[in-house]
Structures are given as C-alpha cells and as structure tokens.
C-alpha cells in the first residue's frame, strides 16, 4: 500500500535523469543558502519583540491622551475619566493579537493587515466613546478619545508597515520557511510533496527511505538521499525543523521501527496521518508550516523560558564580559608571553540542532601540538599544554572568550557543554556510544551546566562517563528554567574551586 502508484512513479522516475547530475541534487525546494533552525528561531523572538514595542506605544499613547482629562494621574483621576483610557489600551492590546497581526501570513496581504489594524483601533474607539458617556466630563474624555485614535492609528500603521517589510524579507531569505524532510518515499509523500510545490509554505530537503533499491532516486522532484540510519548522521539535519514520516500507519511495525530509529535525533519528530484529499493535504501543509503536527519526538517548547532564557544571556553575558574583561587581557598577554602562536583557539563543536558551530577558547596547546578534532583527549600531564593552558584549563578561564559565542546567539551561559565534532571516548567516536547521545542538542550548549556542578567536567575516558554526562544534560533540558539557572551560575565557582579530580 505504501508503494508509490505507477503513475506517482513514472512522474517521479522521469526526473531521475536530473540527479546524475550532483549540481541538480537540491531539488525543487533548496534554498541557494541553508538557514540554520537555530537562526531561524530568532525570527519568532523579533515577533515577540514586536507585540512588546506594541504594548510600551500603547500604555504610551493611553497615558499622554489622558493627560488633558486627568492632569494629577489616571489613579487621582474620577472613575469614569479613566476607565475609557485603560479599555481602549487593553483592548487594543488583546485584539490585535487576537486578530491574527502578529501571524505576518505568508498568503496575507498587507492591505488587509492594515485593515484589521484599523478595525482593531475603531472598535477599541467605539467601545471607549461608550465608557465615556458615563463619564462626568465626557465632552473632554471623547475628544481624547479621539486624538487617541488619529495618533495611535498613524503611529502603528507606520509601525506595522516596518515590521512587516523586516518579515517580508525574512521570508525572503528562506528564515522563516520551515525546513522539513520526508521519510518513507510513499504515495503519501508523493501527494505531500506535490501539494508543498504548489503553495510553498515548506521547503523539503530530501527524501529517506529504508527501501532503497524498491524506490526512485527522486520523489516528484525531491531527492532520496538516504536511508533512515543515514539520515541519523546526515549533515542536513542541523536545518531541519521537523522530521515527517510518511509512512502508511497500517504498517504498524516499521513506522515504530523507524519513530524508535530517529528518537535518538534533536529534530522534531512527526507523524503524517493518512490523507486523501486536498483538503486534508493544505491542513497538513499548514500545520506544517505554522506548528508541529501530532508530536511523537522532541520535547515541547516553551516560547517564554526561551525569550527569558535568551534575555538572561544578553543581560548577564554583556556584565561578564565587562567584569572579565581585565582578566582576558591579562590571560592573553601570559599566552602570547609563554610560548607562540595565536592567542585563541577556535574548534568546530556540536549546537542547538546538531549544528556545526566555531566555538572561541583561550589557546592552551602548544600550536603544533594543537588537536581541532580532540581525537585525544587531555590527560594529566599532557605534554601538549602548556604551563599558562595547565593554570587557564583548571580554572576554566580558557573558556572565557565563549561569552562571544553567548552573545551572538550560538551559545548560552547554562546548558549542556559543546562537544566537539568527532571526540573519541578511548578509540570510539563518544557520540555512537550511548543512543540517546544527540538529545543533548535540543538545546543550545552552555559555558556551565548542571553536569559539570555535579561532577561530570573535563575528559570523557569511559562509556559510563559519556552515559552519566548525558542523562545529566537530558536532566537539565527537561527541567531548566531561570531560577535553575541562576543557581547553577551561583554554583560553579564554588565547584570549580572544590574540583580537584578532573583533568582538563
């Protein structure tokens, strides 16, 4: 039932011609430059920004229309003065989020959101003109009423204008357009694919299938790059959103086989129900391109614990760097005094996602002795420190120039620490030696963590030390919030002081 129709198939196999050609692999939907999800999630912190912009003008234009009415504050003002004022601005506030004008459509016109935003305005208008007819000065109430709406109408038309034309060229740019691949080169699939070509709501990078030799090299275009182990270690996750699987739900056993195979993924794991229709194809296309459809991987998020988390980065990261920033120097000059060569030491390392990010250290190595792919690990005595990298490594004052990679979005100050690409536990790669081993990337790598406070820091030498430092950091993603945050920073100080034991 899953195979595609003879149909399905002759149009899928036509253009298998077209991937001989390793330049014509991208398909229909690559994008000229693959945006990184964790770049891409930037663009619902600036809507969150927005609706905050919105909420300051409206107290703003609410308290300065009001002025005229209650000169001594809205509180010393009469009831009926001041009612008007607080219901025009909250409920401007609450209607225009309800209306939709933080959403930026990608099929809405602006026109109409200019609309909505004068609808919004004029009802919030009305309702106020109401309140005050039972105000004791109702003459001046309404026309500041009034005035409020010929000001604020001109301000977030203007407004507005702005934020959209910034969300227009996101789009642009591919940071708004959910990445998604496809596993199972179904009939599903087949139609899915189709349906996506039409509206461009998602962008399909690929196809995976268990059954190679069974299917196309391409799928309506889209090519299959792979099985579903490859996909495990495929270097396209780090810009996938979600993971769709396609296959028919009657075949129980191999779609439990595969949601187990790609669990051990920090994608988003979902399930395509059955559908038949285009009807039920633009729903799914939707769901796909505005939330996650039914979740059976992946961990929910929280938009509030990331816009604080992300807050806290900023606020604390800019004071550390100024506090820190005599010490730096004074640890750049002991590098460059004690032995040649570059002062930092940049190693590509795991990010949010899976995705390669170059992560800024302070150089405790001599140069030609320098391992970008920590193939060995540090051990004690390591001839290849040198005598400022022993100080700089124990103290983890090495790891003071990552407050660079915290501040540009890369990084947090809390969460699991990076690991870089490729690191051997004895002579395995540590990333193969535990499943779950990648679920550590759900979540941007921190300069600190909860693992490190409880005594998982420095080398990795055994397969229990990979296990423990894991379920530590799958620990933390579960239940982090600010306060945990806050206590883990408080934190490591302390233990890095009491350490004794660990080799860095």
Known sequence: MNALSPRLLAKATATDADFLDPRERRGPFRPEKLVSRRERKSGDMFVRLFRSVDAMALFFFGLLTALPVAPKGLLNAPLGDSLPFLLVTGLTFYAMHACGLYRFGRNEHLIKHMAKMFCVLAGALVCGVWLASLAPNQDNVVSALRFWFVAALSFFVTLHMLWWSLVDRWRRQGKLTPNIVIVGATRHAQKLIEAAIDSRDVNVLG????????????????????????????????????????????????????????????????????????????????????????????????????????????IIGVVALVVFAPVMVAVAIAIKLDSKGPIFFRQRRHGFNNEAIMVWKFRSMYTEMTDHTASQQVTRGDPRVTRVGRFIRKTSLDELPQLFNVLAGEMSLVGPRPHAIGMKTGPDESARLVAEYAWRHRMKPGMTGWAAIKGSRGALDTPEDVRRRIVLDVEYIERHSLWLDLYIMAMTIPCLLGDTKSVR
């Open 207 to 314: 196809v995976f299938d268990d059954r190679l030799a069974r299917n196309p090299m391409a799928v309506a275009g889209v090519p299959v790059l792979g099985d579903v182990q490859s996909l495990l270690a495929h270097k396209i996750t780090p810009y996938v959103d979600q993971i769709v699987v396609a296959i028919d739900t009657s075949a129980k056993a191999r779609v439990k086989d595969v949601i187990e195979k790609l669990r051990s993924l920090p994608n988003e794991v979902s399930l395509l129900v059955d559908v038949e229709t285009d009807t039920e194809r633009k729903a799914a296309l939707s769901r796909l391109a505005d939330m996650p459809l039914t979740r059976v991987s992946g961990i929910s998020e929280d938009d509030r614990k990331e816009l604080l988390k992300r807050i806290e980065d900023l």
